[in-house]
């Protein structure tokens, strides 16, 4: 009797685990109606670049090709040269590069990724049905990795662009692109996280994956279930240089504005604030007296800048800018880079113990956006950025003036054991008044020279010698 029982209570196990196995299988999706809908949109990219290529011989005089492929492949294989007495003529060279897009609208605007058509001197657009076109460029933002290509056609299939800031970690979503040149392959994956800020890419909050991205996968679409694209994919992390789980997607609601623009002018422009900012860590909330870690903390305010016209300073932390939460420096660029010059907008700052409002004007964005060369250098030279002590660490340490240490980027400051969150307060036997002091007095430092430099860290005053390597 127990041995009957014992096989059957086996048996009734086995049937639900086969139940349940059914059950899960069941809900996972099924992607073959939407690639079969969405892959005619979806278009294959080449590109052609002359390279001129002219070669001599060491008497300067131009070559021509030898007569004897097979003598010409021994002299390349053993002496790296073509024979003696063979000339050779200059050559043009082709170099193609491969990727996707993906047809917007019906009369032949087409979306990719800026760095797949980059430097093209030809760009060749071929759809699902094996059609062939020659495309014209019409813009690039180069910030956002974004191209946007015009074919002449018409009723051609397109897209549904789609929101991606309903997106959710969890959601399933789909790409199909050509990697290495295999046309129309199709992967799938989960959404991994939202808004992730790359250090290269302030302008855009990627869409992080584990869809399968290689080369050749650029530009191309990222659909959710619904078959709607939203995302471009763009860029991978990877140590080995293929695909390792995680790759980023350009948000379609980013994709579209800056499309809308270079449809009109060929070029995207942005508003400046004009600030330099990191982010709040823990000991910097700690230090500034906020409740927890958020806001992007201003390390420098550019001179003649928007945020300077606006009074904002060194050490103020912006919480909010133009009614949008930012809890991590890296979403503020995004922010103000959606706002176009002359906008008036709010942001809500912390200073001095106390959030307050200031209105800023925002103005354009200079073509290369680049920050002055002075301030790049001067950071470059130091290896940090120093902002003003905020006035409850000084009323703490019971200092006044002096500079904090707001980030170490490296260089003399690495090497000299600078740490974030240090306070000096004397360069080379000078008191620092703040940071106009501090930049002044460490300007005249002569390089290869070590000076005296007084530092409170953790409480506690000492003296480090400080060297500026040049």
Not at 22 to 36: I, K, N, R, W
Not at 115 to 138: K, Q, W
Not at 167 to 174: D, H, S, T
Not at 336 to 360: L, P, S
């Amino acid at each position: 009797m127990n041995r009957l029982l014992k096989k059957m209570n086996l048996g009734i196990v086995g049937v639900v685990m086969t139940f349940a196995m059914f059950a899960h299988a069941a809900e996972l999706p099924d992607f073959t109606d939407l690639v079969e809908e969405a892959s005619p949109a979806v278009v294959n990219i080449s590109t052609e670049t002359v390279v001129k290529n002219a070669s001599a011989s060491s008497n300067g005089q131009s070559q021509l090709p030898p007569n004897s492929e097979e003598l010409n492949e021994f002299f390349r294989h053993f002496f790296g040269q073509q024979p003696f007495g063979q000339q050779q003529a200059p050559q043009e060279k082709q170099r193609n590069s491969l990727g996707s897009g993906f047809i917007i609208s019906q009369d032949g605007y087409v979306l990719t990724n800026n760095h797949v058509i980059d430097g093209a001197d030809v760009i060749h657009v071929r759809l699902n049905d094996r059609r062939e076109y020659l495309a014209e460029l019409v813009g690039t933002d180069p910030r956002t990795d974004l191209a946007l290509l015009k074919i002449e056609a018409e009723n051609l299939p397109t897209v549904t662009m789609g929101e991606s800031d309903k997106l959710k970690p969890g959601q399933w979503v789909l790409a199909i692109g050509s990697p290495f040149g295999f046309d129309y392959t199709v992967t799938a994956g989960i959404v991994s996280a939202t808004g992730r800020n790359l250090p290269s890419d302030s302008y855009v909050p990627f869409i992080q994956t584990d869809v399968a991205i290689n080369p050749g996968n650029s530009g191309g679409p990222l659909f959710n279930l619904d078959g709607e694209v939203v995302g471009i994919n763009s860029q991978i992390y990877t140590r080995s240089g293929g695909f390792m789980g995680v790759s980023f997607a350009i948000p379609s609601k980013v994709a579209m504005s800056v499309v809308e623009q270079l449809k009109v002018d060929g070029k995207v422009s942005r508003a400046w604030l004009g600030v330099l900012i990191q982010d709040v860590n823990n000991e910097l909330a700690e230090s500034f007296g906020l409740d927890r870690p958020q806001g992007a903390l201003v390390s420098r305010v550019m001179d003649d800048s928007p945020a300077e016209k606006a009074g904002l300073r060194s050490g103020d932390i912006i919480l909010s800018f133009n009614g949008e939460d930012i809890e991590h420096s890296g979403e503020l660029p995004y922010v103000v880079g959606q706002m176009k010059a002359g906008d008036e907008v709010t942001a809500v700052i912390y200073r001095d113990g106390k959030e307050q409002n200031i209105d800023v004007i925002l103005e354009a964005r200079s073509e290369d956006g680049s920050s002055p060369t002075e301030a790049q250098k001067e950071l470059t030279r130091l290896g940090m950025k120093v902002g003003e002590v905020p006035s409850d660490v000084a009323a703490r340490l019971d200092i006044e003036g002096g500079v904090v240490v707001e980030q170490v980027l490296g260089g003399a400051a690495s090497r000299n054991g600078l740490q974030q969150g240090d306070v000096i307060t004397m360069l080379n036997g000078q008191r620092i008044e703040g940071v106009t002091e501090f930049k002044a007095i460490a300007k005249s430092i002569p390089n290869n020279r070590s000076v005296p430099m007084r530092v409170i860290r953790g409480g506690y005053p000492m003296f480090i010698p400080f060297k500026i390597e040049g």
